[in-house]
């Protein structure tokens, strides 16, 4: 998976030339989910297909979708089916996420030599990328989410959980914008190419994995200290409105007492 740059941030040169910078995630902490779906070709959502479209299929979909592509940006067929192209992430993150503290960024060389510059010291600081940042992927029809997720991540240098992210489709329906999370086994490619070029029928939005069970274990130390500080706030700032507002009430009890006490009985 090569990633190309369409946003700059403070984030000192990450951004630099990358395009012979290839980025292959051979680890994944769901390997026995994509066994089950992952096929030789492509991979699907069920949602979309029940089966797996033929070659002739595939290749009519690709010179329809180059013939409307205008960034020359079109998808390459390989003989043995399976395709390459280019997807656009849309990057969504409200959070801080952590990364190696007092290293250089990552170059060609080192990207190309998978070398983990994070492994190289132990220091974490926090880093804020730039809100709605853009990311220009070209990949694979079997690059999974998960490894769409671990490769920008690995460009970032973010040494946080890929569990604490999740990357959701977003579509345009009858005048309205939806979400919807993607799972680790699907391939954003073959969406992309069922879809079209067009990003207002469908983009790609990388957020926080908001599953509605917080995975604790997914976080480090540092930070669970940090969410303890951040509810005592909190709960004083929430302790201090319920005060003022009886205080307040109390205060106008006492001159509705006043007045009635004034007047003749």
Not at 13 to 27: I, N, P, R, V
Not at 46 to 55: F, G, K, N, S
Not at 89 to 94: A, D, E, F, N, P
Not at 136 to 162: A, Y
Request: proline share 4%; aromatic share 8%.
């Amino acid at each position: 998976m090569t990633v190309d740059s369409s946003m700059s941030s403070g984030y000192c040169s990450l951004d630099e030339e990358l395009e012979d910078c290839f980025f292959t995630a051979k680890t994944t902490f769901f390997r026995s989910v994509q066994s089950k779906h992952l096929s030789k070709n492509v991979c699907k959502s069920v949602e979309e297909t029940r089966r797996p479209p033929t070659l002739q299929e595939i290749k009519q979909k690709i010179d329809s979708y180059n013939s409307r592509e205008k960034n020359c940006l079109g998808m390459k067929l390989s003989e043995d089916g399976t395709y390459t192209g280019f997807i656009k992430v849309h990057l969504k993150l409200l959070r801080s996420m952590a990364v190696p503290a007092g290293i250089r960024p990552q170059s060609i060389e080192d990207a190309i030599k998978e070398v983990n510059l994070a492994a190289t010291t132990d220091k974490r600081t926090s880093f804020y990328l730039p809100l709605d940042a853009i990311k220009q992927l070209h990949i694979s029809s079997t690059t999974t989410v998960s490894e769409v997720i671990q490769g920008l991540l690995k460009k970032f240098m973010v040494v946080d959980n890929p569990q604490k992210f999740a990357l959701f489709k977003r579509i345009h329906k009858d005048g309205q914008v939806l979400f919807q999370k993607l799972s680790v086994a699907d391939c954003p490619l073959y969406l992309r190419l069922l879809a079209g070029p067009d990003t207002d029928v469908l983009s790609f939005v990388l957020k926080e994995n908001e599953t509605g069970e917080v995975e604790w274990d997914a976080f480090s130390i540092p930070e669970l200290q940090n969410f303890l500080t951040i509810l005592e706030k909190e709960e004083q700032d929430k302790i201090q409105q319920v005060q003022k507002k009886y205080d307040k009430f109390r205060q106008k009890l006492e001159e509705a007492l006043r007045e009635s006490q004034g007047k003749p009985g």
